[in-house]
């Protein structure tokens, strides 16, 4: 078992001092801007703070836990960039593309985690719940993760919005550990990447999920609710951290948390006073492949019968992108439906919604993909995708006929290709293209060259809004080679798509932040 050790950055209050150290509206007023957080109703008021895990970054900091399983954080870093499917070829391939300029000459050779500048030895592991509002305001107790290197000179805190999991234990506050070697890798992936460097690493688990079992998750056309939850975390974990000086923020995001961290960027621009009630100073903004794009990219890729690699979806595997398609639809779907009080078949064809005979036993109580997503606990959700794909094909949907519109009624498959604003599921979608505005802070666009799940795309058409707006604005989009990179396939190894993007890709958030102190 991991031995617990003092918590080096941590004043670890009680409940009662926790509420007094983060109260209050806002540490500075703005003419004309409102308070950020409504705290009277407890949003971003911390409830609990539990220490979890400490992660030795290197051997040197092994002692801390002599007989623990988890290994350090470098030889972590190390199994995931290179794990045993690879080919000994592939794994010089993936650390000589990482000690490159782009990736901030991330050179492994010279155990950049383990033997890190500031020299870290430590990283602590902390589960957290606070307050949120979420859709309609309603008040909620939602948790998330905090990770904190043990040292005096921190660079920042970086606020990560993680990607779309449906499974709720599938989130960064359930830490790998002795005791729960299956939790979410989330957690220690990013220990290693970020805290090990210097940064402090706030990560949300999001409204209905992690211990919010109450109320399905508000899925991505509730952006404002998603980012503002994030931003309510800082606020509720500042008062934890030793150092009470206004630190740097970096935002970032992956996937579906992109979108997330566009909008929290833009919500900090509007409002001055997030900054100041949270303690922090906005210093630079880099989403992962990002959906910001709703109606423009997401939503006719999803309706496209999708089967060539290249232009104009950017792809990489149409069979990764029919098996996406139906996991995502579903998850939209279903949100929307809850929390825009819209019948489930309204939106769904009934035979695509209710589940088949030979799997009604893990659709809930009700039979359908609302008990699947929502009711059913210990199904992962890969299986959930397969399931999802198995009831799509069931209305005509197949590899190599992937487009959408069998899975919905006439009525919304034709009222969202038409883009017709008077559908509700469309005006929400519109609402949350978050892409549209002109940042004044860095942010760098960064993706694959080619993504099957979330097109790339996004970025692109976003990238050039900004730039028409402001020629000279302090934007990047940073591209990536897939084949810069090989990952471990089921059958085969291959270059990295969507959902082996993640270990590379941190790598590249990290050295856009170092880039900006």
């Given at each position: 078992m991991v031995k617990f050790r003092r918590l080096h950055l941590f004043v670890l209050l009680g409940f009662g001092l926790a509420i007094s150290a983060c109260g209050g509206s806002s540490s500075s007023n703005s003419p004309g801007t409102p308070a950020p957080f409504d705290t009277a109703?407890?949003?971003?008021?911390?409830?609990?703070?539990?220490?979890?895990?400490?992660?030795?970054?290197?051997?040197?900091?092994?002692?801390?836990?002599?007989?623990?399983?988890?290994?350090?954080?470098?030889?972590?870093?190390?199994?995931?960039?290179?794990?045993?499917?690879?080919?000994?070829?592939?794994?010089?391939?993936?650390?000589t593309n990482l000690n490159t300029a782009l990736f901030g000459n991330f050179d492994l050779s010279k155990d950049p985690i383990g033997n890190n500048p500031l020299g870290i030895t430590r990283v602590d592991g902390v589960s957290i719940t606070y307050g949120a509002l979420n859709v309609g305001d309603v008040p909620d107790t939602v948790s998330g993760a905090l990770l904190v290197p043990e040292t005096d000179t921190v660079k920042g805190i970086i606020l990560y919005f993680h990607g779309t999991v449906v499974q709720r234990s599938q989130v960064p506050s359930n830490f790998i550990t002795d005791s729960n070697p299956n939790g979410n890798n989330g957690g220690i992936l990013l220990a290693a990447t970020w805290a090990s460097q210097g940064y402090v690493v706030v990560m949300p688990d999001y409204i209905g999920l992690g211990i919010d079992t109450t109320n399905p998750h508000p899925y991505v056309v509730y952006d404002k609710e998603n980012a503002q939850s994030g931003l309510a975390m800082v606020k509720a974990v500042r008062g934890l951290l030793a150092d009470k000086h206004r630190l740097p923020m970096y935002i970032t995001g992956y996937s579906e948390g992109g979108s997330y961290a566009l909008q929290a960027g833009r919500m900090m621009q509007d409002n001055p006073r997030y900054a100041s009630s949270m303690g922090v100073a906005l210093k630079d903004v880099a989403p992962i492949s990002g959906a910001f794009d709703l109606t423009g990219s997401q939503l006719p890729f999803l309706f496209d019968n999708v089967t060539d690699t290249g232009s104009p979806w950017f792809i990489l595997s149409p069979t990764t992108t029919a098996f996406a398609k139906p996991f995502l639809s579903a998850d939209l779907a279903l949100s929307f439906s809850y929390y825009g009080e819209v019948a489930p078949t309204v939106i769904m064809q009934p035979a695509f919604y209710n589940c088949a005979d030979s799997i009604k036993e893990i659709c809930g109580g009700d039979g359908t993909l609302n008990g699947l997503y929502y009711q059913t606990a210990g199904v992962d959700d890969t299986s959930i995708t397969l399931l999802t794909f198995n009831q799509a094909a069931l209305v005509g949907y197949s590899a190599t006929s992937n487009s959408v519109i069998p899975l919905l009624t006439s009525t919304y498959a034709q009222q969202l290709q038409n883009q017709d604003p008077t559908n509700p599921l469309y005006a929400a979608m519109l609402g949350a293209d978050t892409y549209l505005f002109t940042p004044k802070f860095p942010l760098a666009l960064t993706s694959l060259q080619m993504d099957s799940v979330v097109t790339r795309i996004n970025s692109d058409n976003a990238f050039v809004y900004m730039t028409g707006q402001n020629p000279k604005g302090p934007y990047q989009e940073l591209l990536v080679d897939n084949n810069a990179f090989v990952a471990a396939g089921l059958f085969t190894n291959g270059p990295i798509d969507h959902t082996s993007e993640l270990p590379f890709m941190a790598v590249l958030v990290l050295n856009q932040f170092n880039l900006n102190p």
């Open positions: 109703n407890g949003e971003g008021v911390l409830a609990s703070s539990n220490p979890v895990v400490i992660y030795a970054t290197g051997a040197s900091g092994a002692e801390i836990a002599e007989d623990s399983t988890v290994p350090p954080l470098n030889t972590y870093y190390m199994n995931t960039i290179c794990p045993s499917a690879l080919e000994p070829a592939q794994c010089t391939q993936n650390q």
